[in-house]
Every structure is written in structure tokens, then in C-alpha cells.
């Protein structure tokens, strides 16, 4: 089993729609991170969250300690929304990142 | 203050070549960390480096190496490459790596062997 699991896979949405992305993880964190990747390659960290919530414009991103699962929601989807978003969590002594295998969002028009 | 750089971006090699990659951190950044990102096992951890010492390394064989430099700039060489070895490689800078501060990534150099 994956230290991060990711849900789910794939989500297609339409232009408006509110989306929620789930992480849960196993190990012990100091930090989860929310990333996202546009076609191309190039990585953008949206949050690093340790508690509780923070939002950035149209972007939601939660986290529960005890359960162990954080979830990133969009409010207001738009087409160029459409990414991969991947769930990542580090621990408190280094930078070894365990991800998520991603979720791949395409929103339409 | 300028973003993480890659150089190169793209690099096509043959089997058993050896490849050498370069990372330059954001100003004032002491930790990088290196990752390997393909369709098969998605991203995964390498290594990372502070202060001129590797201080973690990832689940990946002894050809995948690295170095950091006085001025925090890292490379990483993969030597005797093998077809698995194409990927995206991507290295994130960070304050002082640690968990507590954010990781910026470089835009990725695509490697393809043939």
C-alpha cells in the first residue's frame, strides 16, 4: 500500500463546478503539500498545510491530523484549472517528499 | 528573485552513456533535493543536499549521483544510463530543508535514452 493515496485517478469537470481532491497518508508528517503540474512538466506548490484549512482564490485546501487525510477543493472550476494535482507529505528532519500518484483534472467549457 | 533553474531542459542520450544535470536553487536557498518523475512509478524522492552534504538519499542504485557546490548550485549524474533512466528529472530548492519550509521546484529536464 502507498504511503499517500490519492482519489481520484481522473476527474472531469464542467467549467463552474466545485471539485474536491482527497489525499489520505499512513506515515507520520510534519507537513502536506498540495502541488500542481501543468502539461510540460513544471511543478507549482500550491499549500503546505500542517493544520487546519488555508485557501488561495478559488483554491480550498484542508487537512484532519487524527484521520490522517486532507482534501483540496476548487470552487468555481475553470478550463485552465485543468492539471494534475498531486498530494505530497514530508516529515520533520528532511526534504524526502512521498507522493501521491496524482490527480488528473480536466475541466470543460 | 529568480525561480529555481534547470539546465538543460532536454537531453536525448544512448544506453550506457552518462549524463550530468544541473540545478541552480533560488537565491538564499541551502537545500536541494533531486526527483525522478516517470509514468510508471511517479514521482520519487532521489536525494537531497545541504550545505554541500548529501543528507538523504532515495531508493535508487549507485549510478544516481550528486553533488552541491560553495554556492548551493547541485548536479546530479546518472552514469551508465539505462532505456528506465528516461524521465522527467526535477529538483526543488528549499530554505533549509526541512519539512517546515516550502520546496520550489525547477521546470524539469526531460531525459529520454534511446
Known amino acids: 500500500k502507498n504511503e499517500v493515496e490519492q482519489s481520484p485517478q481522473n476527474l472531469t469537470a464542467q467549467e463552474g463546478e466545485f471539485i474536491t481532491i482527497n489525499c489520505s497518508y499512513s506515515?507520520?508528517?510534519?507537513?502536506l503539500h498540495w502541488l500542481q503540474q501543468h502539461p510540460g512538466g513544471g511543478i507549482v506548490s500550491l499549500f503546505m498545510?500542517?493544520?487546519g484549512k488555508k485557501k488561495h482564490g478559488r483554491l480550498i485546501a484542508t487537512i484532519n491530523i487524527q484521520e490522517k487525510h486532507s482534501s483540496l477543493h476548487i470552487t468555481a472550476s475553470h478550463p485552465r484549472d485543468s492539471a494534475v494535482y498531486i498530494c505530497a507529505v514530508s516529515s520533520d528532519n528532511n526534504n524526502d517528499m512521498r507522493f501521491g500518484a496524482g490527480t488528473r483534472l480536466t475541466v470543460k467549457p | 528573485k529568480a525561480g529555481v533553474t534547470q539546465t538543460p531542459r532536454y537531453l536525448i542520450k544512448t544506453r550506457g552513456q552518462q549524463v550530468t544535470l544541473s540545478c541552480s536553487p533560488i537565491s538564499g536557498h541551502r537545500s536541494v533535493s533531486w526527483y525522478q518523475q516517470t509514468p510508471g512509478q511517479g514521482l520519487q524522492f532521489l536525494f537531497e543536499y545541504f550545505s554541500e552534504t548529501q543528507r538523504n538519499k532515495g531508493n535508487f542504485p549507485g549510478r544516481f549521483s550528486g553533488r552541491q557546490f560553495s554556492n548551493s548550485r547541485s548536479e546530479m549524474n546518472v552514469s551508465t544510463l539505462e532505456l528506465g533512466d528516461s524521465a522527467l528529472y526535477l529538483c526543488a530548492s528549499s530554505f533549509d530543508g526541512t519539512g517546515r519550509h516550502e520546496q520550489y521546484f525547477g521546470p524539469g529536464t526531460r531525459l529520454t535514452v534511446t
Open positions: 498545510l500542517s493544520s
Open positions: 506515515v507520520g508528517i510534519s507537513a
